[in-house]
């Protein structure tokens, strides 16, 4: 057990009464019952509704459209509070507790951008950004939590942004391998060259198969593009 120093005995000693302690600790409590209040709050957040808050900083403050780019970008959804599967970090309320200051009205609204398991697992990893509507389509990021995304998370889902970005992958890896087949394999006798009737019709065969086992993934494990599905409630 550590030793109390004698400044320490003394300051015990002059701290006061048991009233004092349960002063003190009625404070906390209050600060504890303010932080779960806030924590609900975003938590059973439903509906979209502006804020009106003084002193923001103009750096934080982001439109739609490009919260709507990252989302593609990095296949996230941008969904209400409420539908958030988690716990919020304590730096993240004390971050709303300072805009409640100075906000006209209490915080409401709240917005979570983060990936799609993160609205259904309570477990889940990922990296959330939390969001207060300002309106006029503008976002305040309050915070984020978690690590920072990976650059690959982006190359990865390149091809899951539309539909070009898909076709566009489809048609590259037909490229790829059809200009890495043995040009014997192409045409035995070898007579055109390394660009022949064969080749060509070795890359639409290639692209032909592609696209049809990428048709029957993307109905059965996909579903929608994340242009269309950043910010839908529904997951297929």
């Not at 043995?182 to 032909?208: H, K, Q, S």
Request: with cysteine.
């Amino acid at each position: 057990m550590q030793r109390r120093s004698h400044l320490e005995e003394e300051l015990r000693s002059l701290r006061g009464s048991a009233a004092f302690l349960d002063a003190v600790r009625g404070i906390l409590e209050e600060e504890q019952k303010t932080d779960d209040v806030l924590r609900a709050m975003v938590l059973s957040s439903t509906k979209e509704r502006s804020n009106r808050i003084s002193g923001l900083d103009l750096d934080r403050v982001f439109p739609t459209d490009a919260i709507k780019r990252v989302a593609t970008k990095y296949r996230l959804r941008f969904l209400d509070g409420g539908m958030f599967k988690g716990e919020l970090p304590m730096q993240a309320i004390h971050e709303l507790r300072q805009l409640e200051k100075r906000a006209s009205a209490p915080l409401a609204g709240f917005k979570i951008l983060a990936p799609a398991h993160r609205f259904k697992l309570c477990d889940a990893e990922g990296d959330p950004l939390l969001f207060l509507p300002l309106g006029n389509g503008l976002y305040y990021l309050v915070h984020q939590w978690g690590g920072d995304l990976a650059w690959h998370r982006a190359l990865l889902n390149w091809p899951l942004r539309s539909a070009f970005h898909l076709a566009a992958t489809v048609l590259l890896v037909a490229i790829v391998i059809a200009a890495a087949v043995p040009g014997e394999w192409v045409d035995p006798p070898v007579t055109a060259g390394y660009l022949n009737a064969g080749r060509f019709l070795t890359l639409f065969w290639t692209a032909m198969v592609l696209a049809g086992f990428t048709a029957f993934g993307w109905m059965a494990f996909f579903g929608k593009f994340s242009s269309e599905a950043w910010n839908s409630r529904h997951f297929n």
